[in-house]
């Protein structure tokens, strides 16, 4: 089991920058896969980003070219960069993790509560 605590949300202008960082804490081996989702206002939580403890990476096709997933050594730290946001980037975005190499599915099991992003 592993606990995963976001940060880094905030309110924003179109075009701005920010970046998001996950913390988690517990068995380092259910984070062999972490990814970013987030939850618009009144949408489905959508994957956005993934990678593996390899650092293979994986992205949706809408925030591709936009959005860089990273993660620290030890794979106890995962961030999501964005650049050029827009305002249907507008989301709570959560952090996932699990042993299995999940990438873009739902199916990870340990989950973040959120940070919010407002783009204006």
């Known amino acids: 089991h592993v606990q995963l605590v976001e940060s880094g949300g905030g309110s924003v202008q179109v075009g701005g920058s920010l970046r998001l960082s996950c913390v988690a804490f517990g068995d380092a081996s259910t984070s062999n896969s972490m990814a970013w989702f987030r939850q618009g206002p009144g949408k489905e939580r959508e994957a956005v980003a993934a990678?593996?403890?390899?650092?293979?990476?994986a992205y949706t096709d809408s925030v591709k070219g936009r959005f860089t997933i990273s993660k620290d050594n030890a794979g106890n730290s995962l961030y999501l960069q964005i650049h050029n946001l827009k305002p249907e980037d507008t989301a709570m975005y959560h952090c996932?993790?699990?042993?299995?190499?999940?990438?873009?599915?739902?199916?990870?099991?340990?989950w973040g509560r959120g940070t919010q992003v407002t783009v204006s």
């Open positions: 990678i593996r403890r390899d650092d293979l990476t």
């Open positions: 996932a993790a699990d042993f299995f190499n999940f990438q873009l599915s739902r199916q990870y099991r340990n």
